[in-house]
């Protein structure tokens, strides 16, 4: 070690304990009380602006003990870093505040977000409580948007947390390159409004792996300009499935291509593998592959809606649509709770082709029951699937 090494080693340790130095940031050291009353996002921050700032160091940890709790308010850690590598390791318990009261006054549009941090892992094996219980049966409007947010993260991931009862959205992965998603745990009931699992909008290269979904809204929603998303081994339900969109809807030129699902399994979903536009989109929808799908008393399991609506009777027709290509169906099994076990219902104005269907079967919940294939517009080839034929040639 030189002179000036030597200095720095000395400085480091004066400046902070010894596990600081070693780029291990403790929320207990910067006064967090974990006793679930008190708010710690001020500890929470400091310890993360220590971590983030610190010098020469190649990683360094922001570190939630096991078996505590943390209460925290809306709170944003914004990068960039000096450290190539952030952890941020939650092992205990973070909650947000349970009366919708305490969110006054505050920016409430994300509840816990990371900001420019390129190189952020959060990992831990805890557990993130959004207690949105108490917003459930509030307007939207008041609505904290989401538990956690991921705003223009690089080479970053989020994996082996469970995350519970957020007020909308669990997770946002937003403007992101690179980005990894394995082994979460998220769960909402079945009832509780705009809860959707997972929403991954304007990012490239993301890959959403070995995770179970339950909640009130889509398990995994696909947002506008995405590329290459692949998500494999994933369990959905309750939930409204995986959805690619709702797309177009202010007329904008959507571009989402090359999303795989492989290996997912819905449960007691509305949906299952969708993708809706709105007619006033333009741009496309292309190359899209859903394979070795299982669906279990799924509402829709296979659908496209190209003339998405949800202000019902208020959607004139229109003479544009998102363009739909390339999808395709491989490998899907299971039961239909309603007749229309595939629904392909693409635009006349703007038809889907090449879509493609292999080794499907489809067959009602209900013993006894029938299920048929619905088509309007959609072109491409079938081999092997029931119920069928739907695609025109
Ligand atoms: C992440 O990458 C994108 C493009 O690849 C870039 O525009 C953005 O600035 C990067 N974010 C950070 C925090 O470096
Ligand atoms: C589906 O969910 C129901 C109720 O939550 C459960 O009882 C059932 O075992 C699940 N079925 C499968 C195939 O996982
Ligand atoms: C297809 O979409 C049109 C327009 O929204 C709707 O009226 C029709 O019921 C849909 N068809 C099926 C089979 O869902």
Redesign the pocket.
């Known amino acids: 070690m030189d002179v000036f090494g030597l200095l720095l080693f000395v400085l480091g340790l004066a400046s902070s304990n010894l596990s600081a130095y070693n780029g291990h940031f403790s929320v207990m050291d910067y006064g967090a009380t974990s006793d679930d009353q008190t708010d710690d996002s001020q500890a929470f921050l400091e310890a993360w602006n220590a971590a983030c700032t610190a010098l020469h160091l190649q990683s360094s940890t922001v570190y939630v003990p096991p078996q505590k709790t943390f209460l925290l308010n809306p709170i944003i850690f914004h990068g960039p870093c000096n450290p190539a590598r952030i952890n941020f390791l939650i092992s205990g318990t973070i909650m947000a505040p349970e009366s919708a009261g305490e969110w006054d006054g505050r920016d409430a549009s994300e509840w816990l977000g990371f900001k420019n941090v390129n190189g952020l892992h959060v990992d831990g094996f805890g557990l993130v409580d959004g207690q949105g219980k108490a917003w459930w049966d509030q307007s939207c409007k008041y609505h904290p948007q989401l538990a956690l947010k991921f705003m223009s993260c690089n080479e970053s991931s989020v994996s082996n947390l469970k995350v519970v009862n957020s007020a909308q959205t669990h997770i946002v992965v937003k403007a992101c390159n690179r980005f990894n998603i394995d082994n979460l745990v998220i769960e909402s009931p079945g009832n509780s409004p705009n809860t959707d699992g997972i929403h991954i909008q304007s990012s490239h290269n993301v890959f959403l792996t070995n995770s179970k979904i339950g909640a009130g809204d889509d398990c995994i929603s696909i947002g506008d300009y995405i590329s290459n998303i692949e998500i494999r081994n994933v369990e959905c339900g309750p939930g409204h499935g995986i959805s690619i969109g709702s797309l177009g809807r202010d007329g904008n030129y959507v571009q989402v291509e090359k999303i795989r699902v492989i290996d997912a399994v819905f449960n007691g979903t509305s949906n299952g593998a969708r993708i809706k536009t709105w007619q006033a989109g333009r741009g496309y929808v292309r190359d899209v592959t859903f394979q070795n799908l299982k669906f279990s008393y799924v509402k829709n399991p296979i659908i496209i809606?190209q003339?998405y609506?949800y202000i019902r009777n208020a959607c004139e027709e229109q003479e544009s649509g998102v363009q739909i290509s390339n999808v395709n169906y491989k490998e899907v099994s299971g039961t239909s709770s309603t007749e229309?076990a595939i629904?392909l219902?693409c635009s006349k104005f703007v038809p889907c082709f090449g879509i493609s269907m292999e080794s499907i079967q489809l067959m009602s919940a209900k013993a006894g029951n029938d299920v048929v294939a619905?088509c309007?517009n959609a072109y491409g080839q079938e081999l092997d699937v029931f119920p069928a034929p739907c695609l025109l040639r």
């Open positions: 809606d003339n609506c229309i629904n219902n619905s309007s």
